[in-house]
């Protein structure tokens, strides 16, 4: 089973997990588990999928990250967050 990871902007507390974990229940996007920032799932996202995660996460105040520096910098304001 391959591994695919999303990173999602803006996710900083559990209740942001939960949120993002019913999102997926109810697109129907299988995943093996939801982390602070990330999403594992259990296969790729097809184009349709993508877009549907993509509205329902605005939606909440989430948003998709697309190219590794926005990644990179959303990972070190997590790392940060954790710390203090």
Not at 42 to 50: A, H, I, M
Request: neutral net charge.
């Amino acid at each position: 089973m391959a591994l695919n990871k999303v990173l999602v902007k803006n996710m900083v507390c559990h209740r942001c997990v939960l949120s993002v974990e019913d999102i997926l229940d109810k697109a129907g996007i299988s995943f093996q588990k939801v982390l602070f920032g990330e999403i594992h799932l259990t296969q790729e996202l097809s184009g349709e999928q993508k877009e549907i995660l993509t509205e329902r996460l605005k939606n909440v105040g989430f948003e998709l990250i697309d190219n590794h520096l926005s990644g990179l910098i959303e990972k070190i304001k997590l790392l940060v967050m954790q710390k203090a």
